[in-house]
């Protein structure tokens, strides 16, 4: 199976059932030799082909391309890999606009925004989206890690409380962490525990700030809360509600305002954040808000915001092309023929007797099962030219490994089905693998 060879017991043992988990939390007064074991055990993965992380690219990102691993083993294949949703990141506009803007402001926003950074093409930017979105403001950041981070650490004081789904984006739990000891975690999507905690922590501490954070699509699992519910709760209680929005705004829905707009809450969350990262061709990520001392209170007091450089002149010329497209028909068109290659997938996929999480996005969960079988299976799938993601714990729960395989609107049938074949050969080959493997033993 491996570029180099079979894997004796031992070696199988710790390649094929290990998890990053066993080796990030090392001791040993050096700093730099805890890393050591980390090291070796990523490097004897790459060596038997079971490493599909830290892959690059060596060509434009398309629904076909060419994709190397850590070690420069080259593969050409259909791309179900790439944060890519509309296509933009090639369209003939969206190069244009960011030529122009190397032409009209240099290639360097040289400033934070709170100081000199931000441009013109960024404070209409932010204009834009405060529309789009449905809210009085927005502010954009050079992240959309940033994005979440920073807005919770400028709200959140350490007497404060954050009550957040256990899958919300690492980002916003690290956020939360890093404002306060009370961070309260609830079972994924659970609003029930949601509430209880809620209604606990209020009781408890009436004069305490209380944000609530959950996403409108789960990057992991593809599936969504009852946003109203959660915002009503929050009013009812005092709470502030926080939503990304990171994978469905500008992708999913006939206007590109994604689940929210599917479910009737545009503008509703009180914060809402995502990323310029998935759909809108660039880094960068914003926060809006109908409340707009909350700009100031960022711009002034928020590390990944303040203390950093503003977005860069070009990403927001290239953002705000996006946004044009977006908004127009070919918006709506590019949004159809996306939710077209979902459903086709998903269908295909289920077909194929795998099993799918979540509700139609640009993402979608294949569970693959426990760590032996999703390395093996992701590495036939590359081997045949089917480049997509493996997810395995600790980022997911054991044994529930998948493939996050993220869709785009340029994908065709043939693709889709390419990709299905190959995802069926790989698993039976990953299969023969380890039932020969068991029988020597
Ligand atoms: C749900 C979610 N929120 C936020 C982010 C961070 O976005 P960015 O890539 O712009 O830093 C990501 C990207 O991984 C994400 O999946």
């Known amino acids: 199976m491996s570029r180099d060879g079979s894997m004796s017991d031992t070696i199988a043992n710790s390649l094929l059932s290990g998890s990053l988990a066993d080796y990030i939390e090392h001791d040993g007064a050096s700093l730099l030799n805890r890393w050591r074991e980390h090291q070796?055990?990523?490097d004897g993965r790459l060596r038997f082909g079971i490493d599909p992380y830290s892959k690059f690219t060596s060509s434009r990102i398309a629904t076909e391309c060419t994709a190397s691993t850590r070690d420069g083993h080259t593969v050409s294949g259909v791309n179900f890999g790439s944060q890519e949703y509309l296509n933009l990141a090639s369209h003939p506009e969206v190069l244009h606009a960011a030529k122009n803007a190397i032409d009209d402001f240099g290639v360097h926003s040289a400033g934070s925004a709170a100081l000199m950074g931000n441009t013109k093409l960024s404070v209409d930017?932010?204009?834009?989206?405060?529309?789009?979105?449905?809210?009085?403001?927005?502010?954009?950041?050079p992240t959309g890690w940033g994005a979440g981070y920073g807005v919770i650490k400028t709200l959140v004081r350490p007497s404060d409380h954050v009550i957040i789904d256990r899958l919300a984006h690492a980002s916003l739990h690290e956020g939360a962490r890093g404002s306060t000891g009370n961070v309260h975690t609830f079972p994924h999507l659970s609003f029930e525990h949601a509430k209880t905690l809620l209604l606990k922590i209020r009781n408890?501490?009436?004069?305490?700030?209380?944000?609530?954070?959950?996403?409108?699509v789960f990057s992991m699992d593809s599936d969504v809360p009852d946003i109203a519910a959660l915002q009503n709760l929050c009013r009812a209680h005092g709470a502030t509600l926080m939503v990304d929005a990171a994978h469905d705004m500008g992708a999913i829905a006939p206007k590109g305002g994604g689940y929210l707009e599917l479910q009737g809450c545009t503008g509703m969350p009180d914060i809402l954040m995502g990323s310029f990262s998935k759909t809108f061709a660039s880094n960068g990520g914003f926060v809006a808000s109908n409340d707009t001392n909350l700009k100031l209170a960022m711009r002034y007091g928020c590390g990944p915001l303040t203390f950093t450089n503003a977005i860069s002149p070009i990403q927001c010329a290239i953002i705000s092309k996006c946004l044009d497209i977006i908004e127009r028909d070919e918006g709506v068109e590019l949004r159809s023929r996306l939710m077209e290659n979902v459903l086709y997938m998903r269908k295909r996929m289920a077909e194929s007797d795998f099993i799918l999480f979540g509700q139609p996005s640009a993402i979608v969960p294949v569970i693959l099962g426990d760590n032996a079988i999703s390395r093996l299976t992701t590495h036939h799938a590359f081997e045949l030219g089917g480049i997509t993601n493996l997810v395995e714990y600790p980022a997911v729960k054991r044994d529930t490994s998948r493939w996050r395989i993220q869709?785009?609107?340029?994908?065709?049938?043939?693709?889709?089905?390419?990709?299905?074949?190959?995802?069926?050969?790989?698993?039976?080959?990953?299969?023969s693998y380890l039932e020969v493997m068991s029988k020597a033993r």
Not at 125 to 141: I, N, P, S, W
Not at 408 to 421: C, E, P, R, S, T
Request: net charge negative; with cysteine.
């Open 125 to 141: 930017l932010e204009q834009r989206m405060a529309e789009f979105l449905g809210y009085k403001d927005c502010t954009v950041f």
């Open 40 to 42: 070796d055990w990523w």
């Open 407 to 431: 869709m785009m609107a340029n994908h065709n049938k043939n693709q889709i089905d390419k990709f299905v074949d190959i995802a069926v050969r790989a698993r039976q080959n990953a299969s």
């Open 204 to 216: 408890d501490h009436p004069a305490a700030g209380i944000l609530v954070v959950t996403e409108t």
